[in-house]
């Protein structure tokens, strides 16, 4: 039952889920029809705690892969955020921004916050992925330079202007001209770190005597039956 569990969260949750099914079959065969123990006391306490034993274990690896999972998920939508603009264009699009590229940081460094925004907007207005890309890079690093010498050091703060919290949303939207998919992409991954999550907390349920993924908040907010009788009985006591 403790081999390692791989791949994706769909047959994780299968895993898990049969791994509880054994559980409960095998708990089924310690007591008779009537419900009373087929053994004595300690052997019954015996052989549960060796089914249970077994089934955490599968249930404890499967948390591991499903951590991975998230770790890959957060991994990847890094990736997706960071990526450079330059891997989506084609070789004319690249041709152009180069061309472009001493100019856009002369742009860049020379003019004021207010008109740089209104080039970029111009810019972002033609289409022309190889200039949006040129101008994007030399406006990053005039962000750049506006948060390093902002006496608050970041955006949100009195010192970061409006005109540069301006020029934040105009990137933006370059950012996302150039890189489309983008933000499908990272809704995507956040709706499988959102399902892995959900995997992570039944695994956790039933190796707490949850049966279903209906307690699963109710055991996390308030621990098992057994743990909120005692500190009833605590306040109480």
Do not use: C
Request: no cysteine; charged share 35%; net charge negative.
């Amino acid at each position: 039952m403790t081999e390692r569990i791989g791949g994706r969260l769909g047959d994780l949750r299968v895993h898990i889920e049969n791994a509880q099914e054994k559980f409960e079959e095998e708990r089924a065969d310690l007591f008779r029809a009537d419900g009373s123990r087929m053994f004595s006391e300690d052997e019954h306490k015996s052989r549960l705690g060796v089914l249970t034993n077994e089934r955490n274990a599968v249930l404890s690896r499967a948390e591991e892969d499903v951590r991975s999972e998230m770790a890959a998920l957060d991994e990847n939508a890094g990736h997706v955020k960071n990526r450079d603009a330059a891997e989506l264009l084609t070789t004319e699009e690249l041709k152009n921004a180069n061309e472009r590229r001493a100019f856009a940081r002369d742009s860049a460094d020379t003019l004021g916050v207010p008109e740089l925004i209104g080039r970029l907007r111009s810019v972002l207005a033609s289409g022309d992925k190889g200039a949006m890309l040129a101008y994007f890079s030399a406006a990053q690093s005039r962000q750049r330079e506006i948060l390093r010498t902002s006496p608050a050091g970041k955006r949100g703060q009195p010192d970061y202007t409006a005109s540069a919290t301006e020029l934040d949303g105009v990137l933006a939207e370059m950012r996302r001209a150039l890189d489309p998919n983008a933000e499908a992409e990272i809704a995507a991954i956040k709706d499988k770190k959102e399902k892995a999550a959900g995997i992570q907390s039944l695994a956790w349920s039933f190796q707490r005597g949850g049966r279903d993924s209906l307690e699963v908040y109710q055991r996390r907010a308030h621990g098992t039956s057994a743990e909120v009788a005692q500190r009833i009985g605590a306040r109480m006591g």
